[in-house]
């Protein structure tokens, strides 16, 4: 989601060295606490509710996406339901969304009980790919406006399942004010989010 992001801040703010470091979701917490990074961008937040060093702010959020082979079923129905998923093998992992409110929603439904299963996958490209190949259905996260791959039928299923947001975390007074806000305005303006859409998260501590 980010390239445009890191892009514009560098223009906007030439001054400042951005190094850039991509690591899993579960690992950005850790890194902005420890101090190995100054800002993170993460859709788990869990644990901020016990540590008031740290802050948050929303700055934009995600759809939960259906992807299909061009010719499935599914890609021919005008409604897909949450039921009609467990029609269909799966490639997802159990546990591959960001929300363990949805994961639990999926494993309630039964998808993950489909046959046959000879794949389980975490990564949205790893999904896609074994979409692609045939070997099942899958959900993954992704921006509104991405561009569509024209390989794969895609559908946002966010009317259903809700959407994932995606939070800045930093520690608090680890960075200028005016530096951190200038991060969080770009990564609105740069991801077709307005400013006034977005509630600001409340501060752990």
């Not at 801040?9 to 060295?17: G, K, S």
């Not at 190995?36 to 008031?52: E, F, K, M, Q, Y």
Request: aromatic share 6%; hydrophobic share 40%.
């Amino acid at each position: 989601d980010l390239p445009s992001v890191v892009v514009a801040f560098d223009r906007l703010q030439p001054q400042i060295q951005l190094c850039f470091l991509d690591v899993g979701t579960e690992d950005v917490i850790p890194r902005v606490e420890s101090g190995d990074a100054d800002l993170g961008l993460t859709s788990h937040t869990a644990s901020l509710a016990s540590n008031p060093r740290l802050a948050c702010a929303l700055g934009y959020e995600l759809d939960l996406i259906l992807v299909t082979p061009r010719d499935h079923p599914l890609a021919r129905k005008r409604r897909v339901m949450p039921s009609d998923l467990r029609k269909f093998p799966w490639v997802n992992t159990p546990q591959s969304q960001p929300s363990s409110e949805v994961n639990d929603t999926l494993n309630e439904l039964g998808v993950f009980q489909s046959e046959p299963r000879r794949i389980e996958a975490r990564y949205t490209a790893t999904v896609r790919r074994y979409v692609e190949l045939g070997f099942g259905i899958g959900l993954v996260v992704g921006l509104p406006t991405r561009n569509k791959p024209s390989n794969l039928h895609e559908r946002s299923l966010s009317s259903y399942f809700g959407r994932v947001p995606v939070n800045l975390v930093w520690r608090k007074g680890a960075l200028p004010k005016p530096l951190t806000d200038a991060f969080i305005q770009i990564v609105r303006t740069q991801l077709a989010a307005s400013p006034n859409k977005f509630r600001k998260a409340a501060n752990p501590g």
